[in-house]
């Protein structure tokens, strides 16, 4: 973009990016620090010997997974019914489950809740579970309803002339195809899920249930004075995060571009 | 904000052809030999809009209500809580902080997401390293960062201490405790935490324009910053406006932050219309009036989201 033929330029490019990544390494670095401080590692040993962290990450796996899989699931059949069948009043439907894309969580936090009590859901997987993946499947159906729009209409046909029924084209054709565009959805519905705090704050009250968000909240009432171990548990939740990231970063970026690009 | 709502505008804005239903019908063959695809989308329209517009009718029903979640009797009071919002000044407070936050957050984010995503375009050394750490924000959890950004902006903070190292000591200052600044610092949270998703988009946008149309502006003289303003800046309108609709909703939407790191003050200085209604709605029970504002919540982010929407549209 920037000419970059001189070397001068080459250099005056590369300092300023420097200096303008730097307050974005700070923060982590701040964070690194922070958690050795006073104590060193031992704030690290003493956030381990809880015993609750490893308890955190296996709730907030086990409501990550299941919401990919609904969302998952329900997606691909939503998106091959969208695209590629016959449906009388087809964007109405889809408008109206799009609409559902700018609802804040906060909004449904009431109902849920007294429903979440009826059903004897609260403080459970599926009351963190079921709203997240509701609230992602809008999205999810949007990106793969325009990726299944772009595979041609010739295959279909052919498969249909050798007899072969919707489900089987779903399975043998559909499925198979959509790959790509099921990794980018799985990673954004990963990170949402992940990531969300507002309904595991509500819905999720014990440490057998409670998610990884929840974890410093956990700790600054269990160590109210140590501020340092709050944050020791804040890097042991970020780690796997960050080599997540690292090691899947084409899915990650691609994951969020993939609305902006067909 | 959710992480996936940052591609959510996205799509809306860019690819408004399949939604906006001016395509007409698509499918395998013609004629009545189509099977139906009703079955296939029902599993994900009975779940998704039985749940959401269950709780919205739900919440539209409590918000007629004086109610604090568990009496058997809850008074009926019509659309006085609607008024009580009107007139209650933290209301408006939440709405001006959700505006400033908005246009602040939006404005730096393009700014710094475009200059990086130029950056990298322009053959720098080590790249994928820079990207990593613009990017890392994104996939952590702002809940996971809270703690360590009320450490930052402490009294005796890291950012205190940086100041006072490069010579400005006198700016030295509270910055949570004080409503004048406690904004400030959630929308410098806020950037740090999205602007990964603005430099992303940006940068996957940049490396659709024609690099012969580049290479001609250089040659004909202009400067790296001409060809920024001039070139890229039209080239990529189109994820500009799907951002800015992005960030609407993401405004108005916005909790983690302000909730985990200020908790809304001090003095309400950082209060949304998320923690607002969270705080009347869970520890105050106020639960008829926290629905209203819900309402009040959801009518503003629809109009925020067809307002951009269509305007996305009309450009397409």
Known sequence: ?262 | MSSAGAGTTVSLARQPDAAAGRTPPKGWGHGPRRPSGLPWILPAFVFVVGLVYYCIGYTGYISTLTWDGVSPNPAHVGFANYITAFGDPVFWDAIRHTVIFFVVTFCVQTALGLTFAALLHSKVKLPNLYKVIIFVPVVLAPATMAPIFRQIFSATGQFNTILGDIGLGSLEHPWLAQSSTALPVIMAITIWEWTGVTFILYFAAMTQIDTEILEAARIDGASGLRILTRIVWPSVRGTTIALAMLSVIGALKTFDVPYLVTLGGPNYATEFLGTFIYRISIPQAEVGYGAALSILLLLLALSGAVAFGLRGMRRN
């Open chain 1, 1 to 262: 973009m920037f000419e970059t033929r001189r070397l001068s330029s080459k250099i005056v490019l590369q300092v300023i990016l420097t200096i303008m990544v730097l307050p974005f390494l700070f923060p982590l670095i701040a964070m690194v620090q922070e958690s050795l401080a006073g104590q060193g590692w031992d704030n690290y040993r003493v956030v381990w010997d809880t015993g609750v962290v490893p308890e955190f990450f296996r709730n907030s796996a086990i409501i990550a997974a299941g919401v990919i899989i609904i969302v998952y699931a329900l997606t691909m059949l939503a998106a091959f019914g969208f695209s590629k069948l016959h449906i009388r009043g087809r964007e109405i439907y889809f408008w109206m489950m799009l609409a559902a894309l700018t609802l804040p969580e906060v909004v449904l936090l009431t109902p849920l809740f007294s429903t979440a009590i009826r059903l004897g859901l609260y403080n459970t997987y599926f009351s963190v579970m079921l709203p997240l993946a509701a609230l992602q499947i809008p999205f999810a159906v949007l990106l793969t309803r325009n990726f299944v729009n772009g595979i041609p209409d010739d295959l279909f046909d052919a498969a249909r002339v050798d007899g072969a029924s919707a489900a089987r084209i779903f399975w043998r054709i559909i499925l198979p195809l959509t790959r790509p565009i099921a990794a980018a959805i799985i990673i954004l519905t990963l990170i949402g899920a992940w990531n969300d705090y507002l309904l595991p704050l509500v819905f999720l009250q014990s440490s057998a249930t409670e998610t990884i968000t929840l974890l410093p909240s956990y700790f600054v009432s269990e160590f109210s004075d140590d501020q340092t171990k709050v944050v020791a548990s804040a890097v042991i939740t970020a780690i796997p995060e960050i080599i997540a990231y690292l090691c899947l970063q084409r899915l990650f970026e691609r994951g969020l571009t993939a609305g902006a690009l067909k």
